[in-house]
């Protein structure tokens, strides 16, 4: 009987000690085994580290209990299939989408109503700043593409008609069938009465046709209706120092210049007269 006891004393405590069969079941991450000459690894990491951790520029790593949980969030690597699928809006109750149409159709309607820019507020404004340019630079070759950009603006009339009265009296002019080109230049000022660039254009083909009388009163009409038409200027400042108005020809050629200062040859002109003048004056 005390025999039996002992064995079965001894059954206990060899299955006390063995593990279970659900700890023997449960898998566990390998650990590699260091090198025989790697230092042995702290003691505040139980069961040893993997290779090369040192690599990781600590000296004592953190304990295994304390190491953070691994969250992989919304990562498509690990998150389940179908989790990271977009989620769809609420969708909206007819109340909201009558308001938000109606919201639209009111904005759309301000929109039509809003005042549209005058043209000849944005035909002024867009001179100005080529005037500007203009004014600030004396390089011909800079001075080039904002006279053509002015001009350009200038001999744009309000009408087809206008547009078409002129093509064919600058034909004319070209041709050199003057009274041609004025006749047609007479009808423009009449119908175009506003327009500076009809008054121009008729002051410098009478000039070319010997009529300087005429051509001074268009020039005037000129400049009163654009000021800074430098051509206009210039054109004065010759029939001036033709009639022999030098102090005035001089005078309107400085204005030209103001304007337009990139114009050698006109510099030129206004030396030579400047002498003129100044040296009478003394």
Do not use: C, H
């Amino acid at each position: 009987m005390a025999s039996r006891l002992f064995f079965f004393a001894l059954a206990l405590s060899l299955a006390a000690a063995a593990p279970s069969r659900a700890q023997e079941d449960e898998p566990v991450f390998p650990r590699p085994r260091p090198p025989a000459d790697a230092e042995a690894p702290p003691s505040s990491w139980p069961g040893g580290l993997p290779d090369g951790w040192r690599a990781l520029g600590d000296d004592e790593p953190p304990l295994r209990q304390n190491a953070p949980s691994l969250d992989f969030g919304r990562d498509s690597r690990f998150a389940p299939p179908g989790s990271l699928a977009p989620r769809k809006p609420a969708p909206k109750d007819e109340a909201t989408l009558k308001a938000e149409r109606e919201k639209a159709q009111a904005e759309a309607l301000r929109k039509a109503l809003e005042p549209k820019p005058d043209p000849a507020v944005l035909r002024a404004q867009a001179l100005d700043v080529l005037f500007a340019r203009l004014a600030a630079t004396n390089d011909p070759a800079q001075a080039e593409p904002i006279v053509a950009a002015i001009q350009r603006i200038w001999t744009q009339p309000n009408s087809d008609t206008a547009s078409l009265i002129l093509q064919r009296a600058q034909a004319a002019v070209d041709a050199r069938s003057y009274d041609a080109a004025l006749a047609l230049l007479d009808r423009l000022t009449a119908i175009a009465p506003d327009w500076a660039e009809a008054w121009s254009e008729r002051a410098a083909v009478r000039m070319l046709a010997g009529d300087a009388e005429g051509a001074m009163g268009d020039i005037d009409r000129t400049i009163r209706l654009e000021p800074r038409q430098f051509d206009a200027l210039a054109n004065l400042g010759g029939l001036l120092e033709r009639e022999g108005l030098e102090s005035r020809a001089l005078e309107a050629y400085e204005k030209s210049l103001r304007i337009y200062p990139a114009q050698p040859a006109l510099k030129e002109a206004v030396e030579k007269l400047e002498v003129k003048v100044r040296g009478r004056d003394i």
